[in-house]
C-alpha cells in the first residue's frame, strides 16, 4: 500500500483482513489429491491423482523430500504448488514422504534414506508407471540425497536427476562459514552429546533453525504485512509459508550426527566422495543428465555454495545450471518460481522424457525430441515466463543461457 492509501487500497486491506478473521486465512492450503502406492520404514510413496481432463503422458518425476521439510514444500499452496503444475501438465507426479521422525528411530542413519528409502522409492514409481525411468527432482538435502542415489545405484531407472538449492560447499553458507575454523579446532562434544541426548534435533528447534536463517524477515515481518495488506496474492503466500514451517520436522539423532560431522565440519561434498555406511560416493559417478538451480536471494544454499557442485559432476552426460529469483523455499515454489524455475524444469522434463537410457549418444540424442503432452480442455490463467527472470543475479559467474551445458562433454 502507499505510505497514504488510496481508496482502493483501503478497501482491498478491509476485505482481506475480514477474510482472514471470518475464515482463518486467504490461502488455498488444500492438498492435491493423492494415492498411496507403497510404504515401508519412514517411507510413504505417493501418486498425485492425474487431472481429469489431462491425460498423463512422459516418464514420472518423483519428488524427495528433504529430512525434517514437510512434504508442503511440493505442494505449498494452490497456484504456488509444483506439485499442482506438473500435474496440469500431465506429467506423471509422484513424491517420497518419511513421516514423523521420533526417538526410537534416533540410530538411523543417512544410508537408510541412500540405500533403502530413495532407491526403493525409484523402484516403486516405475513400475506404476508402466516401467518407465523416472526423473528424479530433489530440494535442498532432498537433492543431495537424489544425487548420492544417482552416483551410488547406476541399476536403477533413472531418467534424469534435478537438484534445487542443495549446498554443495556449506564454507559458501554465510550462517556456516564463521563457525567452521572452530568446529576443526574442537571434536564438536557439546553438540554430540546434545544430540545424542535428544535422540536427534528436535522439531522446535529445526524449526526455529529454518526462521533464523532468514533473521531480516523475523524483524521486518509485522511492518511488511502492514504495507501489503492489500495484496491478497502477498498475504496468502506468507499464510502458506508459515504453515510450512510450523510443520518442520526432526531429524534423527544418527543422521544428525552424520550431517553434522560429515557435511558441516568436514565439507565432504566439496571434495565430491561421501562417507556413506560402509562406503564412498563418489559424486563423478552419475551419468544421468543433471539440472541444477540456485535461488539469487538464497541464504542457506547460497549461489556460490550450489555451483561448487557442477564441477564434481565430470561423469554426468549433461550439466545445465540456472540461476533462479527467490530464497531457498521461494526459488522453488514462490510466486517467481511459476515463470521461471518451472519453466526450466518444463523444458528439462521434455528434453529427457522417453530416454531409454541416458549413457549413449543415440539415447541422448532421442531425448532432446519434445514429448507432446495433453493439455486440458478447460481454460485456465497461464503465467508467461519471464524469461528476464532467470539467471537474473548480477554477481553470477554464468550467464544463464552460458552456463547450460557447463560441463557437458563433446
Known amino acids: 500500500m502507499d505510505l497514504i492509501p488510496k481508496p482502493d487500497q483501503v ?39 492425474p487431472h481429469k481432463t489431462v491425460r498423463e503422458t512422459g516418464d514420472p518425476v518423483l519428488l524427495v523430500t528433504p529430512l525434517a521439510a514437510p512434504s508442503s514444500c511440493y505442494d505449498l499452496r494452490r497456484d504456488c504448488s509444483l506439485v499442482e503444475h506438473l500435474v496440469q501438465e500431465g506429467r506423471p507426479t509422484y513424491l517420497v514422504e518419511y513421516g514423523r521422525i521420533s526417538f526410537k528411530n534416533r540410530n538411523l542413519g543417512i544410508e537408510h534414506w541412500v540405500d533403502e528409502v530413495v532407491p526403493e522409492s525409484v523402484k516403486a514409481v516405475s513400475e506404476h508407471a508402466g516401467g518407465r525411468p523416472v526423473h528424479l527432482v530433489g530440494w535442498s538435502l532432498g537433492g543431495i540425497f537424489a544425487a548420492l542415489v544417482a552416483a551410488d545405484r547406476q541399476d536403477l531407472p533413472i531418467a534424469s536427476l534435478t537438484i534445487l538449492g542443495s549446498p554443495f560447499d556449506v564454507g559458501k553458507v554465510p550462517m556456516v562459514a564463521p563457525l567452521r575454523p572452530i568446529l576443526r579446532l574442537t571434536d564438536g562434544g557439546l553438540v554430540t552429546q546434545l544430540y545424542r541426548a535428544l535422540g536427534g534435533a528436535p522439531a522446535p528447534l529445526v524449526k526455529r533453525a529454518f526462521k533464523l536463517s532468514s533473521g531480516t524477515k523475523i524483524v521486518t515481518k509485522p511492518l511488511a504485512i502492514l504495507q501489503n495488506l492489500d495484496d491478497t496474492e502477498w498475504l496468502a503466500q506468507i499464510e502458506a509459508v508459515d504453515r510450512f514451517t510450523d510443520d518442520m520436522l526432526a531429524y534423527p539423532g544418527r543422521s544428525f550426527g552424520q550431517l553434522y560431522h560429515r557435511l558441516l565440519k568436514k565439507n565432504q561434498l566439496l571434495g565430491g566422495r561421501v562417507e556413506v555406511g560402509d562406503r564412498d560416493i563418489d559424486l563423478a559417478a552419475i551419468r544421468q543428465p543433471v539440472l541444477v538451480f540456485a535461488g539469487n536471494t538464497d541464504g542457506i544454499a547460497p549461489i556460490a555454495a550450489v555451483q561448487a557442485g557442477l564441477g564434481l559432476l565430470s561423469g554426468a552426460s549433461e550439466v545445465r545450471f540456472e540461476i533462479v529469483p527467490g530464497g531457498h523455499l521461494g526459488m522453488l515454489t514462490g510466486r517467481a518460481a511459476r515463470g521461471s524455475t518451472w519453466v526450466v524444469l518444463d523444458e528439462w522434463l521434455a528434453q529427457w522424457s522417453g530416454a531409454v537410457s541416458p549413457r549413449t549418444p543415440a539415447a541422448r540424442k532421442r531425448a532432446r525430441k519434445p514429448v507432446a503432452t495433453a493439455r486440458s480442455t478447460e481454460p485456465r490463467p497461464a503465467v508467461a515466463p519471464d524469461r528476464s527472470a532467470i539467471g537474473s543475479n548480477p554477481e553470477r559467474r554464468f550467464a544463464s543461457a552460458s552456463s547450460r551445458n557447463l560441463t557437458r562433454k563433446p
Open 11 to 49: 478497501a482491498s486491506a478491509a476485505s482481506n483482513v475480514a477474510h482472514m478473521v471470518l475464515y482463518g486465512g486467504l490461502a488455498d492450503l488444500r492438498p492435491m489429491p493423492r494415492t498411496l502406492i507403497d510404504d515401508g520404514s519412514l517411507r510413504e510413496v505417493y501418486h498425485y491423482r
